[in-house]
Every structure is written in structure tokens, then in C-alpha cells.
């Protein structure tokens, strides 16, 4: 009888933290003049969250004890759960809710990406230690009007006013672009313009334009040397166009390699162009026509140098690969479904050398406590483990390690030296 009764005191107060927390929906559509209201609206929130984790963990407390594992367990359990969430998302489309909490898409349905980013990263910004209604720290102003704001539970950069509202990111050298670099960002779609990334020519002789709407992807060269202007225009797949595209966040990366294009929505290639003109890439800003009522909406935008332009099946002989196309949800060791293009290259890596054996390798940057972040790396690199048993890997020439923190690669104190740290590494064996 103590038991129920402890179990009713966690809940009471919980009861009328809920009943507090109805009847202020935050919408994409609403930007600063709602802030107030969406810092009551997280906080609230947090706090139900908080109530429902500690009283859950106390409840688990009451009728259940841990039971220690071996490593053949443990092995054994990652080969079960990810068969497990491999079929229980097989059938899964990508569905977001209109407040743009976030996708359900599965890795299944992304079996076939071969996107893969650079391997250094430029600039990453996914605004965790920006303020809530404020301009975002690391991005500048050229046009317009814009302001970072909440979408569902997730920071987002809204573009609220100008034709066209133009914003960059904050960089110390002007011209940071190479011949081969990756640009990634999640954008919302609602009914307004989409985002346009603006790709600038070294020598001001021109610039690119990649513009993802609702229906199509648009790409437009102009560049002045020699006169030359070139447009192309492709479009979306039906199960990600028109209505499907609206009210949901997608994905888009785009690879350049050698005045060589690819650009991808979600888990489809959609435009390839062989030829740019002959760009000088530079540097690149982020343009459109965004209002109060239809805000342009984009967040986790990430730029990096080397992006891989085709997968190849190589004899392989370095001493281990870094990657930081393995992307995880923040704090969390749930891995992105754009990570298969990252993922499906190092299957590859295997399956062209059968005798090679990896040391998967966790590692993070230095937010958190030290064993926080070793648990967190442990985790992530079992999951990436465990991935790559699904994807057909033999478990035997798989192993784990998480050094949290410990190894950096970057400096710390940077946006760029962060998302650097935030790595998962293949050591063969």
C-alpha cells in the first residue's frame, strides 16, 4: 500500500503543473512579438518534462533492479534493438507536426543516400547558446529583418521581413570557401519562399543560386567572365512536393567538388549539374522574401571543406576515418537519418576489404560535465555499431569506444572547433 501511495504523491503535483501549462500554442508563423510568450511556453514546458522524468526514473526505481552485463550481452542486445528499430521504422514516412517539432523519419527510407560532407567543418550552428528572440551570435545582417525564435522544441533563424531579407554567417576570413566544400541545413515548409543560398565568386565575377521551393529545386549560374548565365530547374519527388513538402522539415545538402554540383532533399539526389561555369566559390549567404505572417524558417546549418563527390570501393589502407557526417540529435546518441551517406560509404569501405576491423570511436566536444560526455560518446558509438550490424556488417569486426571529451582535435572555445571535437572515428584494428 506505501508503494501506490508514494506513486499517487509523485503524480498530484505533477497534475497541476499540466492543468498550468494548456492553452499557449506557439506556431512557425509567429516571431517576435509572440517571445514573451514562448519563453512561458519553454519554461512550462521544462518544467513538465523535468516532473515526468524525475517521477518516471523514481517509479522504474521502485519495482525494478539493474542487472550488470557482460560484453557478449551487450553485443548482443545492440544487435537486438537495432533489428528491432529497423523494423519497427521500416514503414515509417516522414511526418512532422505543424509546429515543427521534428522528423520520424527512419534510416531505412535513406538505405540508398550517398551524401557524404566534408571532413573538416567550416561553420556549425544549430543556435543552442544563441537567446531565444534575438539575432543568432554567429550570423551577421546584410538585408532585411530576422530574429531567432522557437519551433516546437527546437531553435529555428526566422527571415521576417525584406525583399530579400539576406543574412551570413560570421567568418573570419572573407573568402573561407574552396573547390570542394559541403553546405547542410534543415528548412521548414510552409507557404512562403524558401531559403536561397547565394554562392559567391571569388573575384566578384559572378555568383550560384540554389533555391529549394514547395515543387522544384532552382539553379541559376551567372558569372561574367565570358557572359555566361546558365539555369536549370528540377522537380521534387511527389512524396516530398506540393502539400507533402508543406508543414514539415526537410533536409538539404548540397556537394560541390572541381565546378561539379549535387544537391539533395531529403533522401533524394534531385539536381545534378555538371558544370558551374567555372566558379571561384568565396564565400555564401542565405537570401530570400520572408514577412511577418510567412517567415522563412532554416536551423542545424553546417558548412564543410572535402565533401566526397562519389563512393568508391577502394582498397583501404589508412590507419582510421574521421568523420562528422554521423549527426545525433542534441544530447541524445539517436543518429540522424542523413548520416546513412557517412554511413553507407564506410559499409562500402567493409565490404570491398573483408579482412578490415574497425574500433568505432565516440568523441564530443567539452558542453557538459567530463562523464557526462564519456557516457554520451559510449553511447553514440554503440549505436553507430549496432547501425552498422543492420546494414549487414559482422559484429565480430566491430568494436566500441567512447572518449567523451578527451582527445580534441580543435579548440574548444569556438563554434567551428566544437563541431570539429564532435566526431565519430573508425580505427582498424
Partial sequence: MKKYTLILGLFFPLLLIVEKSRGQVTSPGTVAQQDASNHANTDISNSVNNSLNKTEGAIKGLFKKKKKMTHADSVQMMQNQAAATTRQTSNT????????QG?????TSYQNYDFVPGNKVLFEDEFT?????EFPTHWDLKKGQAILN?????????????????????????????QNFSVE???????????????????????????VGSSEVDWKGYISNGDKSTNFGANLPADIAGSNFENKWHHVAIAYKNDQMKVYVDKYRVLLVPHCNGLAPANLEVEGIGSQDRPIIFKNFKIADGAQMYMTGQKFTDAKIVTHGINFDIDKASIKPESMGTLNMVMQVMKSNPDLKFEVDGHTDN???PAHNLTLSQQRSAAVMAQ????????????TKGFGDTKPIADNTTLEGKANNRRVEFVKQ
Fill in 150 to 178: 522557437m519551433s516546437g522544441a527546437d531553435k529555428a533563424f526566422f527571415l521576417t521581413d525584406g525583399n530579400y531579407c539576406d543574412v551570413q554567417p560570421l567568418m573570419k576570413n572573407k573568402a573561407y570557401l574552396t
Fill in 388 to 399: 552498422l550490424i543492420v546494414m549487414g556488417i559482422d559484429a565480430s569486426r566491430l568494436t
Fill in 129 to 133: 547558446d544563441d537567446q531565444n528572440g
Fill in 367 to 369: 558542453t557538459g560535465t
Fill in 93 to 100: 514516412t516522414t511526418t512532422t507536426s505543424t509546429t515543427g
Fill in 103 to 107: 522528423s520520424m523519419t527512419s534510416l
Fill in 185 to 211: 541545413y534543415d528548412v521548414y515548409g510552409n507557404d512562403s519562399y524558401m531559403p536561397m543560398v547565394q554562392i559567391n565568386d571569388a573575384n566578384s565575377s559572378g555568383d550560384l543560386e540554389i533555391h
